[in-house]
C-alpha cells in the first residue's frame, strides 16, 4: 500500500474529511505508526541527551526559545496524568519517574498560564476560552481521553483507502487568498452559516473544526453502486489553510461537514452595515517599537518583536501616548496590522490571545530611558506571519463554535 494512503495519527483522523464514510463492517484496527505526543517528548528527551542530562528551562535570554519551549512543553506533560502514562514506556531519560505526584488536573486549568502544545490544543479545550458557567464542567478537561476513545473506534470503522493529507508546494499561490479570506471572517465581511445540507461547490471555501478549507475543483461525476441515498459521487482537490491538499469524495467531506458542525462561508457583503443584532468587539492590534533603547534595538537586531494587544476601542487612541506606557516600552511604536472583529466575546478573544501566544513571550527585564525597569507582558519574539496565523484562526475558530 501508498505510505501516503497510511493514518499516522490522530490529527490524520481529525483533519481527514473522509472521517464520517463509514463501512458496512469493521476493519481490523492497526496501531498508528506515528503520534505527535510521542514525537514531541522524544524532542525533549534528545535534548536532555545532547546537554548531558540536563533539563530544559524557562530563560529569559530570547535566545533560547527553543529551550524555553520545551521546557513548558515538558512540564505540561508532568502535570498531565495520562500525557505522562502515555509516555512512560518512552521514558529513556527518567524525565517522567519522579513526577508521578502531580497537581490535579483541575487545579491546572486554573492556572494563571497553561502549557499547550499546539495552537488547536487551546482552541480545543473550552476550559479557556468560556467562564465555567459557560460549559459542561465534565467535558473541560485539557485532553478529554473519551472523546479520543470516540476517534479511535471511528478509525476502526474507516474505509481501507482514505484521502491523505500532504504538504502543497504550490500553496504560495494561494496563500494571499487565505489571508485575505481569514480577515474578511473576522471583520463581518463574510458569515460563517451552519452546512445544513450536503451541496458542496467548487472555488469555495468551508470550515471544518475550526480549519479554514477551499474547494480548488470538483472531478468527474461517477455513479455509486451501493446502498447510500446518494447515488453520484466525486474526487475534489481541496486546499487548506495550514498550506495541505487531499483528494477527498464529495460525499465524503459533506459528511463530515454535516456532522462535526461545519460552516460555509459566504461570499463577501460589499458595504455591509451592523444591525442591532451585531456589534464590534474591538481590534486586534500587532506593533513594531521604534524606540532607541538599545537593549531593545539589540534584540531586534536578532529576532522579531512584535507587541500583539486587544482594544475594544480606536487603535490610533490606544496607542497615542505610547512613549508614556510601560505597556509600549516607553517609546514609540508603529501599527503593522490591524485586525477588526465582529460578534464575538471580547473575554474569550483576549483570553485565547493570551494562551496561544504564551509560548513566545519576551521574558526580559528591559531599562527604560527613564530609568525605570519594564517587565513586558505582551511582546513576543516571533515573526509576522505566525501572529497572523494565529489570530485570525482564533478568530475563525471561536465563530465557528457559536
Given at each position: 500500500m501508498d505510505n501516503q494512503s497510511l493514518i499516522r495519527s490522530l490529527d490524520d483522523i481529525f483533519n481527514d474529511p473522509d472521517a464520517t464514510s463509514l463501512l458496512a463492517s469493521k476493519l481490523k484496527h492497526t496501531p498508528v505508526s506515528y503520534d505527535p505526543t510521542v514525537e514531541g517528548f522524544q524532542e525533549i528527551t534528545d535534548w536532555v541527551i545532547a546537554h548531558d542530562g540536563n533539563e530544559p528551562q524557562k530563560l529569559r535570554d530570547p535566545s533560547q526559545m527553543k529551550q524555553r519551549k520545551l521546557a513548558s512543553r515538558l512540564k505540561g506533560i508532568r502535570e498531565d496524568p495520562?500525557?505522562?502514562?502515555?509516555?512512560?514506556?518512552?521514558?529513556?531519560?527518567?524525565?517522567?519517574?519522579?513526577?508521578?505526584?502531580g497537581p490535579a488536573l483541575n487545579e491546572i486549568?486554573?492556572?494563571?498560564?497553561?502549557?499547550?502544545?499546539?495552537?488547536?490544543?487551546?482552541?480545543?479545550?473550552?476550559?479557556?476560552?468560556?467562564?465555567?458557567?459557560d460549559?459542561?464542567?465534565?467535558?473541560?478537561?485539557?485532553?478529554?481521553?473519551?472523546?479520543?476513545?470516540?476517534?479511535?473506534?471511528?478509525?476502526?470503522?474507516?474505509?481501507?483507502?482514505?484521502?491523505?493529507?500532504?504538504?502543497?508546494?504550490?500553496?504560495?499561490?494561494?496563500?494571499?487568498?487565505?489571508?485575505?479570506?481569514?480577515?474578511?471572517?473576522?471583520?463581518?465581511?463574510?458569515?460563517?452559516?451552519?452546512?445544513?445540507?450536503?451541496?458542496?461547490?467548487?472555488?469555495?471555501?468551508?470550515?471544518?473544526?475550526?480549519?479554514?478549507?477551499?474547494?480548488?475543483?470538483?472531478?468527474?461525476?461517477?455513479?455509486?453502486?451501493d446502498n447510500s441515498q446518494r447515488k453520484t459521487d466525486a474526487r475534489m482537490h481541496v486546499i487548506y489553510d495550514n498550506g495541505t491538499e487531499n483528494n477527498p469524495t464529495r460525499n465524503g467531506l459533506a459528511s463530515s461537514l454535516y456532522g462535526r458542525q461545519g460552516r460555509i462561508v459566504t461570499e463577501v457583503e460589499h458595504g455591509i452595515e451592523l444591525t442591532s443584532d451585531d456589534h464590534v468587539t474591538g481590534f486586534i492590534y500587532i506593533l513594531e517599537s521604534l524606540s532607541d533603547n538599545?537593549?531593545?534595538?539589540?534584540?531586534?537586531?536578532?529576532?522579531?518583536?512584535?507587541?500583539?494587544?486587544?482594544?475594544?476601542?480606536?487603535?490610533?487612541?490606544?496607542?497615542?501616548?505610547?512613549?508614556?506606557?510601560?505597556?509600549y516600552l516607553y517609546g514609540p511604536v508603529r501599527l503593522v496590522g490591524e485586525i477588526k472583529v465582529v460578534n464575538l466575546k471580547a473575554e474569550a478573544l483576549e483570553t485565547a490571545l493570551h494562551h496561544a501566544l504564551a509560548e513566545y513571550?519576551?521574558?526580559?527585564?528591559?531599562?527604560?530611558a527613564n530609568g525605570r525597569i519594564v517587565k513586558p507582558r505582551e511582546w513576543f519574539v516571533v515573526d509576522l506571519n505566525t501572529i497572523q496565523e494565529i489570530t485570525t484562526k482564533i478568530v475563525i475558530t471561536l465563530k465557528s463554535k457559536q
Open positions: 495520562e500525557r505522562r502514562d502515555l509516555l512512560m514506556p518512552y521514558d529513556t531519560a527518567g524525565l517522567l519517574s519522579v513526577h508521578e505526584d486549568v486554573k492556572n494563571e498560564k497553561q502549557d499547550f502544545s499546539s495552537l488547536d490544543d487551546i482552541l480545543s479545550d473550552d476550559s479557556i476560552l468560556f467562564k465555567k458557567s460549559q459542561q464542567a465534565a467535558g473541560s478537561k485539557l485532553f478529554d481521553t473519551k472523546k479520543l476513545n470516540e476517534i479511535q473506534r471511528e478509525q476502526e470503522n474507516r474505509p481501507e483507502v482514505i484521502s491523505q493529507r500532504k504538504p502543497m508546494k504550490e500553496f504560495s499561490q494561494y496563500e494571499a487568498m487565505f489571508h485575505k479570506v481569514q480577515a474578511e471572517i473576522a471583520s463581518g465581511q463574510r458569515q460563517l452559516r451552519p452546512f445544513k445540507n450536503y451541496e458542496l461547490l467548487s472555488k469555495h471555501f468551508y470550515v471544518l473544526k475550526g480549519q479554514l478549507l477551499y474547494i480548488d475543483e470538483i472531478g468527474e461525476e461517477v455513479e455509486l453502486n538599545p537593549q531593545i534595538k539589540r534584540m531586534q537586531a536578532k529576532h522579531p518583536l512584535y507587541k500583539v494587544g486587544f482594544t475594544t476601542g480606536s487603535v490610533q487612541a490606544r496607542i497615542a501616548n505610547a512613549e508614556n506606557e510601560s505597556t513571550q519576551l521574558d526580559v527585564d528591559i531599562t527604560a
